[in-house]
């Protein structure tokens, strides 16, 4: 991981009558502090043929991106003694006593250096919420709270007692793209949209229906089978459909979403297939279905099996599905798409864990409980959403780095409900504050690294896809290394 986050540190002992008392460290003053493995370093303290209480102190400066220095500082009393030894508990880290070899080696450094060790992990997996005193004006999104009456708000689900921290405080070395040239998976103009749906329009007499997979309150997913003109057989589909009752609004953004990824080639992602309109009837927009099935429902299912045990899934299986996932928004990003949806929800996987994205098609239909409408008559996944979207609803390459945290930590959660405990309406001030989702059980502080980088306060501090790329192989060579 020494390619993805280097922090340089240097270190330096001051001691109040260094004529009593001298000091040497087993490492460098002047480094990198190690990703990966972890290393243990000591401060030995020696003492002169006296009596006598000395202060002493220690002190790490840790350099961050942009120019963010980190100091810790250690304080602390040693008592030298000509003959015996002599300890103060309530001062005293370590007493040290002359022998009769002429003085002997103290390691204090085994007790810093286990605070040390400890506050440096918090250190690489948070970042520095900069200048917080200018960011407490008054949030606009509080403001609108008695606006609420606009749409339904519903609240998040079962979630575990803690899943918030304070202050995540380092932010990652490099940015990802502004994404100013970027554009929304939907954002086509009607008549170009109108053109797509006549490139792949099939006969609705070729689609059967099957069986209903999910269901919203307009929303419809079935499974079925499409049989092909000229084909010898018909092929296995995802269609995604509207109830009768649907209003042309909501037909009309069923189409817009549905066709965000047409046209595009990865196996990390799933395009539409078809499409068929009649004007009878809403329409139908096929997928391919080769035994993918929602991710998120795939999730819960692997904690809460009604079919036997629970499936638990490795942190190696973890980290695979999540550099598929990475690497289709690679792949979108580098065709200047921004996905601005990325979820769970708006992902499938297959029995052998091959993970695709799909577009946000009846997304908020089918899993309500993921977006609220803050008053602006709009439903948002405020709680995947990076703050400078939920304030500014600004999209880019960046704020799609910061939902793929937040898919991360749902991978590794499987599927709980991020901040559950938290109100709509207060998030943007939570994330202001510096609160982030915890740590889950049982994640590698590795993983859980990669998940706060995603989410600093600035954009231009998250990784780019491809960062992120690199740093999840080198955490995979890791743990396939003691398989």
């Not at 020696?46 to 220690?58: A, K």
């Not at 689900?157 to 202050?167: D, H, I, R």
């Not at 006549?198 to 919203?216: A, H, N, P």
């Not at 009649?278 to 035994?291: K, S, V």
């Amino acid at each position: 991981n020494s390619r993805c986050f280097q922090l340089p540190y240097t270190m330096s002992v001051d001691i109040s009558n260094p004529s009593v008392l001298s000091s040497s460290l087993n490492i460098s003053q002047v480094g990198e502090i190690p990703v990966g493995d972890v290393q243990t370093w000591a401060l030995s303290l020696h003492c002169g043929p006296y009596n006598v209480e000395v202060d002493f102190s220690l002190r790490i400066n840790v350099s961050l991106p942009r120019k963010n220095t980190t100091t810790l500082e250690f304080k602390r009393k040693k008592i030298c003694m000509k003959k015996e030894s002599y300890t103060e508990p309530e001062e005293v880290l370590v007493a040290a006593s002359n022998s009769t070899s002429g003085g002997q080696l103290f390691y204090v450094g085994i007790g810093c250096a286990g605070a040390f060790l400890a506050i440096i992990i918090v250190l690489i997996i948070a970042y520095y919420v900069r200048d917080k005193k200018t960011r407490r004006h008054r949030d606009p999104l509080q403001e609108s709270r008695g606006l609420s009456s606009a749409c339904s708000m519903e609240r998040g689900t079962g979630v575990g007692p803690a899943q918030t921290f304070l202050s995540p405080e380092t932010p990652p070395p490099t940015s990802a793209a502004s994404g100013s040239s970027y554009r929304r998976l939907d954002d086509r103009p009607n008549r170009e949209l109108h053109e797509r749906i006549q490139e792949i329009t099939v006969q609705r007499c070729r689609v059967r229906l099957l069986s209903i997979e999910l269901e919203g309150t307009f929303g419809r997913v079935y499974r079925g089978s499409y049989h092909e003109e000229g084909a010898s057989s018909s092929k296995d589909v995802l269609v995604k459909t509207a109830a009768e009752h649907a209003s042309q609004s909501q037909v009309a953004l069923l189409l817009r979403e549905g066709f965000a990824l047409y046209g595009l080639s990865h196996p990390a992602l799933l395009p539409v297939l078809g499409v068929s309109i009649e004007d009878r009837g809403a329409p139908f927009l096929l997928y391919p279905h080769t035994g993918y099935r929602n991710m998120k429902r795939f999730l819960l299912r692997c904690k809460y099996s009604n079919e036997g045990p629970p499936r638990a899934l490795t942190t190696q299986e973890v980290v695979e599905m999540a550099l598929q996932a990475a690497k289709g928004v690679q792949y979108l990003h580098r065709k200047r798409l921004v996905h601005r949806d990325l979820a769970a929800r708006n992902c499938v996987v297959d029995d052998d864990l091959r993970v695709q994205i799909t577009d946000n098609a009846l997304a908020r239909d089918l899993f309500p409980q993921d977006y609220h409408c803050l008053g602006d008559n709009e439903n948002r996944p405020i709680k995947w959403l990076a703050i400078e979207s939920l304030l500014n609803k600004t999209f880019t390459t960046a704020s799609d780095v910061w939902a793929f945290g937040v898919l991360l930590w749902e991978l590794t959660t499987l599927a709980q409900q991020p901040y559950g405990e938290v109100d709509p309406f207060e998030m943007a001030s939570y994330l202001r504050e510096g609160y982030r989702l915890a740590q889950p059980i049982n994640c590698p502080d590795e993983l859980f690294a990669v998940m706060a980088y995603c989410w600093a306060m600035s954009a231009e501090e998250r990784p780019t896809f491809s960062q992120l790329i690199v740093c999840l192989q080198d955490f995979h060579t890791q743990l396939t290394r003691y398989v």
